[in-house]
């Protein structure tokens, strides 16, 4: 903290913070011995965690040819591997950050150690044998060898090799529909209002958790996520009757794919307006007709249909081009409350129908497929085409 900077005097206070404490056990009012706590920072405080960063920020400074990404206590060290130096360089800033934690006595579980190695063409030398060993295979103090994961949970969004997003909403489905089918079981009630404030509380969250990152536009993984909705809803007093469609605008609820571009929006006018960073560097363009449009950027005519399939569903992409479906009055708002509530009513205005095994819809349903086809607004219900129940 010095070496920071701070106040000699809020050095010497966190210092008594810290210092001379211990912790012991209490057990139906007995108490064990006091132990002393001679390293850490007290949990469940709120000094902790800032503590944690400031004493783990010089990690960063060991790491000299690869990009290193801290978040609390999960680090990543990250590199485009071209070349067999490459790997020998990535294995060097590994190497590095184990012997900082060695220095901060700070013993790294080595054994949650996870390698994850996105391939950019499977025809490329590097991963043709002998070299595959080499490029994919990296090793830890203990002499442990660490190898390629299908996939790894990175803050709780499952990334895969492949950049598929089915494993991570195959598994936050799962998880909604227990937390579901707990609601169900715990609670007598099927009352209108009761269920929507449960499923808005506790199960909806589940399925929307960092969702610009791994919005998918394919119509397996929409459906399967529409399922827990639908399958939810079916349940409440009152709209039981009715097929999916109508039950949305019945209980006033959008789909969870309409709700996800309208987090992409939001997103990019949080970039467009500075609060949060640009890490994939959206540009915009300023027009007094257009107001302010933003570039949708393209690949080389090299790149492969995998990759251009892949770029094209990327943030990068459909952030710019959901952006652009917006009219141009909303792009000069900055109260963050007021834009929200101006798309929301934007965003209702299109119909919304999410594809559903059995319901014949009109297109895709994104706003882009209503946009492209210059759709009317919604100005009154209309009844879902319902081909199963």
């Known amino acids: 903290m010095r070496k920071l900077g701070f106040h000699e005097k809020l050095v010497k206070w966190i210092e008594s913070f810290l210092s001379d404490r211990k912790q012991s056990v209490v057990l139906d009012g007995v108490s064990s011995f006091s132990a002393v706590v001679l390293s850490g920072v007290p949990q469940g405080t709120v000094l902790g965690p800032l503590l944690f960063i400031i004493f783990i ?32 360089a990535l294995q060097q800033d590994l190497n590095c950050v184990l012997e900082w934690a060695k220095c901060n006595n700070m013993a790294l579980n080595e054994n949650k150690f996870e390698l994850l190695v996105h391939k950019h063409s499977s025809q490329s030398a590097l991963f043709e044998l002998p070299f595959t060993v080499l490029t994919q295979t990296y090793q830890v103090s203990s002499g442990s060898i660490i190898l390629p994961s299908e996939s790894v949970k990175d803050l709780g969004v499952m990334v895969s090799s492949d950049l598929s997003w089915k494993p991570h909403i195959c598994m936050i489905a799962q998880r909604a529909t227990k937390v579901a089918a707990w609601v169900l079981s715990a609670f007598k009630t099927r009352d209108k209002c009761t269920m929507l404030t449960l499923y808005k509380s506790i199960i909806r969250s589940h399925l929307e958790y960092c969702c610009p990152l791994w919005n998918s536009s394919s119509k397996c993984n929409i459906q399967q996520l529409e399922g827990v909705q639908r399958s939810f809803t079916s349940r409440i007093d009152s709209v039981q009757h009715l097929d999916y469609w109508q039950r949305l605008r019945a209980l006033n609820l959008m789909s969870l794919q309409r709700r996800r571009e309208r987090y992409i929006i939001i997103h ?35 790149s492969s249909k995998r990759n251009q399939t892949l770029y094209d569903n990327s943030f990068a992409v459909i952030g710019p081009r959901l952006w652009n479906t917006i009219p141009p009055n909303l792009h000069s708002i900055e109260d963050p409350e007021h834009f929200k509530s101006m798309l929301t009513d934007f965003v209702k205005s299109f119909p919304d129908e999410p594809p559903i095994p059995g319901y014949s819809g009109r297109n895709g349903n994104s706003l882009l497929d209503w946009n492209s086809t210059k759709a009317e607004p919604l100005l009154c219900g209309r009844s879902a085409t319902l081909m199963t129940r």
Do not use: Q
């Open 57 to 88: 920020n010089d990690m960063k400074l060991c790491v000299m040819g690869s990009i290193i990404r801290l978040f609390a206590d999960d680090t990543r060290i990250l590199r485009h591997i071209f070349s067999i130096e490459d790997v020998g």
């Open 268 to 302: 990019v006018w949080k970039i467009l307006n500075g609060r949060c960073p640009n890490d994939v560097d959206i540009k915009f363009l300023e027009s007094k007709r257009h107001g302010k449009k933003a570039v949708v950027p393209s690949l080389t005519k090299s």
